[in-house]
């Protein structure tokens, strides 16, 4: 027997309100904040990855699901979004349209991950893109939007964690002392953070083996580092965090696994779980449009795990409004009457009104127990009699009291 791939799941239909309930919240609030839905596809070439990404992540070195296709084009299952959202930016001359260009996103994303609670190899992202603006009031409306999607669900006890780690000006500066200090402590390191060392220093703060906790731990930090113009746009940025109350900790170890962020980290985190259980992050990519062919422009946006948001909601025992059913059962006794209530059953549709028809040629008690397992408020019964007097029965399923009702007023009735 076939199995879904693993580290991928089936959205059965009794978990799909959760889905839906998150997917609304997150469109009505990109509504009140002004962005706007665009979808990318969902295989992108991989260039566009190791380009903005960066070769020398995990994500684009160890996660990415790439392939060949029939016509030896090089494509990548999208592993993020914010990389495609830009590459649409300027394929579709959105530079030209008035700036920030505001734009959000619900795709799944594909990264080949060992496999946990909370961790999945397809995971469904909400992100939201600010094009345009280095304001640092930017920033912060990104966090703001992240942060109310939250409490729009009523999800408690987050932690916002905060980080700047400067721009390609200062950046140089901060990375000679990351590079000084770890070689200081080089025997002390795992392998892979002996190859960060050479291939891409900022990932060596990202390290989760415990040996090389107490080195990152006692790094240098990226905020003595930055350069003026950074060190004014983190604290403008917290101002405005202040005045919209979004409490924060700064974590000087937050880099996030992207090469693409410049100044503003940031990453959302439920009380009690560590980086590893993020429910969300994001930050500013200032060189990222450049990097893609486009001219210098600054960007600003996040990412939010939806299927990390649902197991909170059930963590924390919120509950979802559940999907309507119809209501009205429509049950038939004999070959007439089945032919009758296969029309009754097609009008009522028409009209709106939502109908489970009886199928097959079952007894009018096994099918009024089908209703019942339903749950349906109504049944609908027609017999020959009904149908020569152009009648049917109504019955309330919950009360079991029956009457019967001329058949041109039962739209109304069941209305
Ligand atoms: P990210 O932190 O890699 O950022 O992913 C965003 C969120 O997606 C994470 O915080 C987490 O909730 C969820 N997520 C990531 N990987 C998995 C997984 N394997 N299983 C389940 N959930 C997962 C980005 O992707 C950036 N593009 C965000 C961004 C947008 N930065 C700027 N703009």
Redesign the pocket.
Known sequence: MYQAPR?TQDILPEEQAYWRYVEQKAAHICQLYGYERIDTPVIEDAGLFNRSVGEGTD?VDKEMYTFDDRGGNKLALA?????SVCRAYLEHGMPNLSQPVKLYYIAS?F?Y?RPQA????Q?R?F???AIGSDDAALDAEAIDTAWQFYLSMNISQLFLALNSIGCKECRPRYLDALKEHYLRHSEKLCPDCNIRLVKNRMRLLDCKKPSCQPVADSAPKSVDYLCQACADHFSQLQKHLGLLDIPFGVNHRLV???DY?TRTVF??QPAGGGSQS??????R?DGLIEELGGKHTP???????V???ILQLKDQKIAVPPIAKPQVFVASIGDEARDEAFKITASLRRDGIGVIQAIGSRSLKAQLRQANTLGVSKAVIIGDEEVKAGTAILRDMTTASQETVALDRLKDLLK
């Not at 592993?79 to 990389?83: L, N, S, V």
């Open positions: 580290g994500i592993p993020e979004g914010t990389a994303m990264r991950e909370g961790r999945y190899r995971h992202q992100g939201c893109e996030r696994g992207f962020y990453e959302v993020s429910l969300g992050g994001g930050g990519y960007g600003v946006g996040f990412g939010i795990g299927d990390r948001v």
